[in-house]
């Protein structure tokens, strides 16, 4: 039983830490996004493969080619973009709250468990 609720808890871990790195990602992005809406138009490198970068000016009508996952790609409006990246940010965080909240109960399961042997 109690290599059962270790091997559970260990992956239960393993997601969660996975669930805040996308969260520092998406965190990132709408930081990103936020700084970009107070001003336009706005100079950017963009980075066209193998690490070379091309100068470019972004304004407030151009579109931004959003990652949304699973090799998905969109078209945003800046301001677009920027809501999706805060629902997704509070998306991430109940998720992250479930995991974190799991982890609090197999962790109690395995002190009960220790306390009985």
């Known amino acids: 039983m109690e290599w059962l609720v270790r091997t559970r808890l260990e992956s239960v871990c393993v997601q969660r830490d996975k669930i805040f790195e996308q969260l520092a990602k998406v965190r990132e992005l709408r930081r990103n996004l936020g700084m970009f809406l ?8 963009v980075n066209v493969g193998c690490d070379f970068y091309v100068d470019g000016e972004v304004d407030e009508e151009a ?3 959003v990652d949304i996952g699973k090799d998905l790609y969109l078209e945003l409006q800046p301001q677009e973009a920027l809501e999706t ?6 998306v991430l965080e109940k998720i992250g709250e ?14 009960i468990y220790n ?3």
Do not use: C, H, M
Not at 85 to 90: D, G
Not at 101 to 111: A, M, N, P, S, V
């Open 38 to 45: 107070s001003k336009a138009p706005s100079l950017v490198q």
């Open 63 to 65: 579109l931004l080619l």
């Open 85 to 90: 990246a805060i629902i997704r940010e509070n």
């Open 98 to 111: 479930f995991y974190t909240k799991r982890i609090g109960e197999l962790d109690g399961w395995l002190q």
């Open 115 to 117: 306390v009985e042997n």
